[in-house]
């Protein structure tokens, strides 16, 4: 079975500066997608970002940025600038080409400081 | 809707009594998905739907747990016989389709008390 691991409980980054988030998957799979999730205290859970496997091309949304290293099952956030709103749970899921469930890290908890 | 509406936002029930949690997908949606994030288990895969079929049921951890949607629209996620390990939130997203479309947009979740 696939499994994704964020090896960081907690995060703090200070307002304005770079932050990265990591996250390692495990599959035997070659085509797959994987997203980042923001939790915020309201707990609904955003989608902040996906890369699909088969793009080489490391995906961007405005400051946030993922380091995809397929050979190496890793998939980083960097949030650039960080905002005091950024602050949440950050977890980190995958899901094959063949299913439909996602499969979520534990999830890494982000302050910023002002 | 404009997004993922669930209730109630918070449920709190005795040990032993059922209990319903309803999500209500963004319209236009034809996948939706329940998920159940406690503290000791993560976030984990109950059961998803395409239109009101459920393909795929495996996340379900009991047979006191049972979902059912209706009209490709509403679903219901039923929990029988409360136990206090069912204490979590109960998560429903939903997506425009499935297989590449697959993108799920979440609620806010029903946080579930069993006392």
């Known amino acids: 079975a696939q499994t994704v691991t964020q090896s960081q409980p907690e995060m703090s980054v200070q307002e304005a500066e770079t932050v990265t988030l990591s996250c390692t998957y495990d599959t035997s799979e070659s085509d797959y997608y994987l997203f980042w999730y923001k939790q915020p205290p309201s707990r609904q859970m955003i989608l902040v970002i996906r890369q699909e496997a088969y793009k080489q091309q490391n995906a961007t949304e405005n400051r946030f940025s993922v380091n995809f290293q397929k050979a190496a099952k890793s998939f980083s956030l960097k949030i650039s600038d960080s905002q005091l709103g950024d602050a949440a749970m950050y977890f980190c899921a995958y899901r094959d080409s063949g299913s439909e469930k996602l499969v979520f890290g534990k999830g890494t908890k982000l302050t910023v400081n002002p | 809707g404009a997004g993922v509406s669930q209730s109630p936002s918070n449920k709190v029930t005795e040990k032993g009594k059922d209990v319903e949690l309803r999500c209500d997908p963004i319209s236009g949606h034809t996948a939706l998905y329940w998920y159940r994030q406690s503290l000791g288990q993560g976030l984990e895969f109950l059961i998803y739907f395409q239109g009101n079929s459920a393909p795929d049921k495996s996340g379900l951890p009991s047979d006191r747990f049972s979902a059912e949607r209706t009209g490709g629209s509403v679903s219901t996620l039923t929990i029988q016989r409360t136990q206090q390990e069912d204490s979590a939130v109960y998560l429903c997203?939903?997506?425009?389709?499935?297989?590449?479309?697959?993108?799920?947009?979440f609620g806010a979740g029903t946080r579930l008390s069993v006392l």
């Open positions: 997203a939903s997506s425009l389709a499935w297989g590449a479309k697959n993108i799920q947009y």
